[in-house]
């Protein structure tokens, strides 16, 4: 009797955990695990916010993907890479391994984007990259699409500014040389600056410095010693926008020019008053919004945070239902066929401008060029490629 009566107690109290599996089963099956690498930490993390931010909102709006006749709801896996190398392949290995994650998005930082691309490449998992520029990201790596236009256009862009709107013949080049997109963009720009002048000692010199770095004495006497017409200067927002309060302070007037990493409330706050005049390339103006996505995303971002997004919080925004809209034409949650599904991704209109990728991945999309005026950013026009 006493036998019967545990095993009777036993099976009462197994009932519900058997029930509970059953039920953690069926809910697993409907859910589709998306993986964030960004900064969120270190020196890029002002960039990972700002992306972050714009993967969220797009994910509040639209929680859900129905993929064949499954009706799936997204989870969102967001990690930190640290704003360095090792942890952001670390991250997206971690995300891969222990989170299943699906596909992937990020990372602010090219740097940190092509250490990630490479374990996600040996893994065989789809990648969007939002505002990583350099074309190495993308580069020999299937796997790795972008949502955002890459250095050699923008480095086109800026030398085409300074030749034709500040009229310079003469350049010297300021940067990050620890930092792949800085190295990358300000070569760019060197090419074309010298097409453009017909005179290939237009690049007076090539100053560098390493992330981190906060005294730029030596590369300011440097440049003034050399007095031209232009200075280049991509890098992270931090150094940049010491570089230029260091600048001014010593007298120098020389205008500065820069790319999309400026765009970040920090290099306000840094440079302030110092940096009044600094032109810069960037992805998205809230001036332009040009089709419904873009106002819908304006509007949600207005009502959330009340005040004007980022250019990369719409790319972090677009980057995300560009996965969607693949997860829903793959019909299958197959990663090779969302790879497929992505890279076949046309004509798709996002907050910043319409997608279609091209053989290698990365989007033609048109660029904006912002000046600060009055401690903010305003549009001054918009380049087309």
Sequence with gaps: MKQLLMLTLVTVLM?????????????????????????????????????????RL?????????????????????????????????????????????????????SLAMAGGEVAKEAGVPAIGLSCTNPLVTAGNDYYFRVCFIDPFQGTVMANYAFNEIHARTAVLVREVSNDYSVGLAKFFADTFKTLTGNPEAILATVDYNTGDQDFSAQVTAISALKPDVIFAPGNYTESALVMKQAREL?????????????????????????????????????????????????????????????????????????LDALKRAGSTDRQKIRDAIARTSGFVGAAGTVTLDANGDATKSAFIKIVQGGKFVFKTIVNP
């Design 15 to 55: 009932a519900p955990v058997f029930a509970r599996g059953s039920q953690d089963s069926g809910t697993a099956g409907t859910v589709i695990k998306i993986g964030v690498f960004e900064p969120m930490t270190g020196a890029n993390a002002a960039g990972g916010a700002m992306e972050v931010e714009g993967i």
């Design 58 to 110: 797009a994910h509040e709006l639209y929680p859900t993907v129905t993929i064949g006749a499954t009706t799936y709801t997204v989870e969102l896996v967001i990690t930190d890479n640290k704003s360095d190398k090792v942890e952001a392949a670390n991250a997206v290995q971690r995300l891969i391994d222990r989170d299943k994650v699906t596909l992937l998005l990020g990372s602010w930082g090219s």
């Design 251 to 323: 007298g120098l007037t020389i205008p500065f020019l820069g790319g999309d990493t400026w765009e970040t409330p920090e290099f306000i706050d840094v440079g302030r008053e110092r940096i009044e005049g600094a032109v810069f390339s960037t992805f998205f103006a809230s001036e332009y919004a040009a089709n419904p996505v873009a106002e819908t995303f304006l509007r949600e971002y207005r009502a959330r945070y009340n005040k004007e997004p980022a250019a990369v919080t719409a790319l972090g925004y677009d980057g995300y239902l560009v996965a």
